[in-house]
Nanobody, 121 residues
Framework: QVQLVESGGGLVQDGGSLRLSCAASGRTFSSFARGWFRQAPGKEREFVAAISRIGSTVYADSVKGRFTISKDNAKNTVYLQMNSLKPEDTAVYYC???????????????WGQGTQVTVSS
């Protein structure tokens, strides 16, 4: 069983940067695709980015060019570097693990507890 723990959230000003981390424990980290999703108050959870087992990446249009997903198999950790943050990026960010790097939350069967990201204007 894989367990995921996010960190790195916080309060940042419009235009600022944050890097989220998601550490995994349990089964072999490299055998899973990893995704980042986010959920703002009153809204549904939405896809942000994903990285496949071989390192292919996919991004939501809203973050393309600003966010970068990466992973370090030796550290069992996936990262989300977020630059040029906007107030509309404010949400709880969740990392996830699944078989494929796809923008569908239903395809991921392990989730972290979430970390809050707040971008002030």
């Amino acid at each position: 069983q894989v367990q995921l723990v996010e960190s790195g959230g916080g309060l940042v000003q419009d235009g600022g940067s944050l890097r989220l981390s998601c550490a995994a424990s349990g089964r072999t980290f490299s055998s899973f695709a990893r995704g980042w999703f986010r959920q703002a108050p009153g809204k549904e959870r939405e896809f942000v980015a994903a990285i496949s087992r071989i390192g292919s990446t996919v991004y939501a249009d809203s973050v393309k060019g600003r966010f970068t997903i990466s992973k370090d198999n030796a550290k069992n950790t996936v990262y989300l570097q977020m630059n040029s943050l906007k107030p509309e990026d404010t949400a709880v960010y969740y990392c996830s693990a699944g078989a494929f790097a796809v923008p569908d939350a239903a395809k991921y069967n392990v989730w972290g507890q979430g970390t809050q990201v707040t971008v002030s204007s």
